[in-house]
């Protein structure tokens, strides 16, 4: 009974989780860039169920057992994990405004070191830095700060910028990952951060006047917030059985 009780309310514990991290998803549905949140489900623990020898045939050695199977004991959300799967792109017409078409990172210098993301709304600061909506410089290719020039520039597709006369001015900074499942690690609502060391090349086509919004969809979501409060509100009702048999059962044995 006590069992019972455990594994309801691990899977009550795991659902919130989940829901967390679905909610999460959802409230940066607009955000671009923004890559969202995986939560899977993991038996908590599994217990072998055995059968002695000497039940199945009387005088062998009890030593011995025979594995009828595992009997579950709960259940627990798995850690987290970001999908870095593409988004879809959609036109802005902004000026500065960059998506990424492919597996890099843009480049950002912050107080706390260099930092990655996918979030391509970036503008002018009072000095005619490039930098992103926190505030924080967009690096070039050779890891320095990028200075435009005054008026209209164009970004093509390998991060080069031309002033309006056509001159090269500078070149976004891109940066590639083998595994960033296990080298990335979020450390902000867009940005990553990472031990490993980044490849410089290879990170995708940038395309100018676009940003790439989240790659989480609203439909999918939504089913999934339905299941998992059924499934929060079916391990609530069970834990709810548990405590009334438990409450019956102390009851009978006071009578005793």
């Known amino acids: 009974m006590i069992k019972g009780l455990y594994a309801a309310a691990s899977a009550m514990v795991a659902g919130m989780k989940r829901q967390n991290a679905i909610a999460h998803n959802i409230v940066n549905l607009e955000t671009p ?95 005619n830095n490039l930098v992103n909506v926190d505030g924080y410089q967009v690096l070039d290719v050779n890891g320095q700060v990028i200075t ?25 900074g891109l940066s590639t990952f083998g595994d960033p499942e296990n080298e990335l690690v979020r450390d902000g609502l867009n940005t990553f951060s990472s031990t490993a060391v980044p490849n410089g090349t290879g990170g995708g086509a940038i395309q100018q006047g676009s940003l790439e919004m989240a790659n989480a969809n609203v439909q999918q979501l939504m089913t999934q917030m339905v299941i998992v409060n059924r499934a929060y509100e079916a391990a609530q009702r069970v834990v709810q059985i548990q405590d009334d048999i438990a409450g019956k059962l102390i009851s009978n044995l006071s009578r005793l």
């Open 148 to 172: 435009l020039p005054q008026g209209a520039v164009r970004v093509d597709e390998q991060g080069k910028i031309f002033n309006r006369a056509g001159t090269q001015v500078a070149q976004i």
């Open 33 to 127: 860039g923004f890559r969202q949140i995986l939560v899977a489900m993991d038996d908590w623990y599994v217990s072998p169920v055995r059968q002695t020898t000497e039940e199945i045939q009387p005088g062998l050695d009890v030593n011995h057992y025979h594995k009828l199977g595992y009997l579950g004991l709960g259940t627990q959300a798995s850690p987290e994990i970001t999908d870095f799967s593409q988004g879809d792109v959609k036109v802005t017409s902004e000026e500065l405004d960059l998506a990424i078409n492919g597996s890099g990172f843009f480049r950002l210098k912050t107080v706390n070191g260099e930092r990655y993301s996918r979030d391509g709304r970036f503008r002018r600061d009072t000095n």
